[in-house]
C-alpha cells in the first residue's frame, strides 16, 4: 500500500526537487549503448547554443529563449526553464485551439506536475490514448516527451508490462527531465503492484543503458523525492534485492547514486538491514563502485 508524502503540495517538485538538477551540469551524457530503438528528434539550437549560461529562476530566463521553449522548438537546460514555460502556448501548435477550462489547467500558477497531467489529460482526449503518446515521445521538446509519460499513465486497460514497454524510450531519453517524469509517471503502478514490478525491472538492471538501470533502482525507492512512499519497502527493504544485488557494483555514477539513494531511504527505517547490506557487500566486492554506494548509503546512519 502507497501513502503518499509531500512537503508543499502532494506532488509538487518545486519544493523538493534535488538542488543540482537546477543546473545545467545536471544532465547525463547519453549511454552509447542505448537498447529502446526510439528515434529521438533534434531540438532547434538556436542563439548561444548549449554552452549558454541557463537561468537560475524561471523569472529570469531570457524572452527569447522563453519563446523557443513555448514554442517547443528549444529542449530546457535545468528546471527553472522547465517551470517558466507556458504549458498552453506549448500545447496550442499541437491541438491547434484551447478550451478555456483547459487552459485554466495549465495556467503559470498550477504546481508543475498537475500542468503535467492535465496536459496529458488533453492531449489523450483530443487524440486518443495511443495517438496522443505517439505525438509527444519524439517531439523536440522535453517538456511533451515528458507529457507522453503521464498519457502511459492515462491508458485504462494497459497492464503493468505493456506501460513499462511504454515507458522505456522515456527512461532512456537524453534529457534528464524525461527521465524524471518517466519514473515519476510510473510510480503509482511500481507501487500498487510490487511484486511484479520489483521482476519486471530486475530484468532492466542488466540493460546496456546506464538510465534505464537507473530507472530500475529510482522506480522503486522506498521513499524517494516528491513521490509516493512504499510502505511494503519502509517495513522490509529486501524484497528489493532483486534490484540492488545486480547493481552493486555499477560502473556508473547516476546509476551508483541512485543505488545509495535507495538504501538511504531504507536506512531511515531499517538502518541495521542497510548496515548489514553494506557490510556483505564490502567483503563480497570491494571495488570502488561498491565502496562509493555503501559510504552514500549509511551517510545517515548514526
Known amino acids: 500500500m502507497a501513502e503518499f508524502v509531500g512537503r508543499r503540495a502532494a506532488g509538487s517538485y518545486e519544493d523538493n526537487w534535488p538542488v543540482s538538477t537546477l543546473s545545467p551540469m545536471a544532465t547525463r551524457k547519453p549511454s552509447t549503448a542505448r537498447k529502446s530503438g526510439a528515434k529521438q528528434s533534434t531540438p532547434q539550437r538556436s542563439g548561444a547554443g548549449r554552452d549558454r549560461v541557463a537561468a537560475r529562476r524561471p523569472s529570469e530566463v531570457d524572452p527569447a529563449i522563453l519563446a523557443e521553449l513555448n ?60 495517438e496522443a503518446y505517439e505525438t509527444c515521445r519524439t517531439h523536440c521538446s522535453d517538456t511533451l516527451r515528458g507529457v507522453a509519460a503521464y498519457i502511459v499513465a492515462l491508458d485504462p486497460t494497459a497492464a503493468l508490462a505493456e506501460r513499462l514497454r511504454l515507458i522505456r524510450p522515456l527512461a532512456d531519453d537524453t534529457h534528464f527531465g524525461v527521465r524524471e517524469w518517466a519514473w515519476l509517471a510510473m510510480r503509482p503502478f511500481i507501487a500498487g503492484q510490487l511484486p511484479r514490478a520489483i521482476d519486471e525491472l530486475r530484468r532492466w538492471t542488466g540493460a546496456g543503458s546506464g538510465a534505464l538501470r537507473r530507472f530500475a533502482s529510482e522506480s522503486t525507492r522506498p521513499r524517494g523525492v516528491w513521490c509516493t512512499h512504499i510502505a511494503a519497502l519502509k517495513a522490509d527493504p529486501s524484497q528489493g534485492l532483486p534490484i540492488l544485488e545486480p547493481l552493486r557494483a555499477d560502473p556508473e555514477k547516476y546509476v551508483q547514486d541512485s543505488v545509495a539513494n535507495w538504501l538511504n531511504d531504507a536506512a531511515k527505517s531499517q538502518p541495521k538491514w542497510v548496515r548489514e547490506l553494506c557490510g556483505r557487500w564490502m567483503r563480497e566486492s570491494a571495488c570502488d563502485a561498491t565502496q562509493r554506494i555503501c559510504k552514500r548509503a549509511q551517510r545517515s546512519i548514526a
Open 71 to 130: 514554442a517547443g522548438t528549444r529542449e530546457t537546460r535545468n528546471l527553472a526553464e522547465g517551470l517558466a514555460i507556458d504549458f498552453a502556448a506549448l500545447l496550442r501548435p499541437v491541438l491547434g485551439r484551447l478550451a478555456a477550462a483547459d487552459a485554466a489547467a495549465l495556467a503559470p500558477g498550477v504546481p508543475i506536475t498537475r500542468r503535467m497531467s492535465a496536459a496529458a489529460a488533453i492531449l489523450d482526449a483530443h487524440f486518443g490514448n495511443r
